[in-house]
């Protein structure tokens, strides 16, 4: 049997990456404009890889959807989009994959065997989507860092774009995705692989070579 406890464990942490991956991927917070007295008083901006807002003091928002062909936009918004739908379908198939090869639930119970490799791979989706997702929102940050460092001279502070709380949670998908993913992979483990690699790790013993045991009998 393989380790559900480890297993249902793994599935929680990675199901959490799984949500932050999807909310990273639809929130307009990839990027906001930083702090200043003038801004504070007046709005918020805040562009995501889809929408575009701004965040009146008022408390209303005003959105615009990112309508450019794919190809005529910016590179880490291309990258990020990408990235960030692999990560989503990967994370779906991930969830699926998961409630049926885990221990605990009672699909494919009939073969034991089918429900170990499907929880192996669902590990092994979630890694990869948390590992997507993080590859998003890292070169997503890098942009905006680089363009920050070029606008350092500017005099209106709230011209420069800083890094949104979207990043974050990705970074956290990144995370908890990789662990969760980890541990579901670990459990589906059986007990019978570990018997099949204790088994063959025993010493050998060529044929035709008594054992110690022949040597200790006494004879009178």
């Given amino acids: 049997m393989t380790n559900a406890g480890c297993q ?16 990273a991927t639809i929130l307009p917070h990839w990027r906001r404009n930083g702090p200043s007295k003038e801004t504070l008083e007046m709005s918020s901006i805040y562009e995501g890889i889809w929408i575009e807002c701004i ?11 990112i309508n450019t062909f794919f190809v005529g936009l910016p590179l880490p918004v291309q990258i990020g989009r990408g990235f960030s739908c692999t990560a989503v379908v990967l994370g779906a198939l991930a969830f699926v994959f998961s409630v049926l090869g885990m ?3 009672s699909c494919l119970s009939s073969s034991p065997t089918s429900k170990q490799k499907m929880s192996l791979l669902a590990g092994v989706m979630w890694v990869l989507s948390g590992g997507l997702m993080g590859v998003a929102v890292s070169y997503y940050a890098n942009s905006v860092l680089n363009q920050y460092r070029r ?20 970074w956290a998908a990144l995370v908890t995705c990789s662990v969760g993913g980890s541990l579901l992979a670990a459990g589906s483990r059986s007990d019978d692989d570990e018997q ?25």
């Fill in 8 to 23: 249902l464990a793994g599935f929680i942490i990675a199901a959490i990456g799984g949500t932050c991956v999807l909310l």
């Fill in 196 to 220: 099949n690699i204790s088994y063959l790790s025993t010493a050998y013993r060529p044929p035709g070579i008594p054992n110690k045991a022949d040597f200790s009998t006494e004879y009178v």
């Fill in 151 to 170: 606008d350092v001279d500017r005099t209106v502070e709230g011209e420069k774009f800083i890094f949104g709380s979207c990043l974050y949670v990705g």
């Fill in 55 to 65: 965040a009146y003091s008022t408390g209303q928002w005003q959105c615009t959807d």
């Fill in 103 to 105: 221990e605990c639930t």
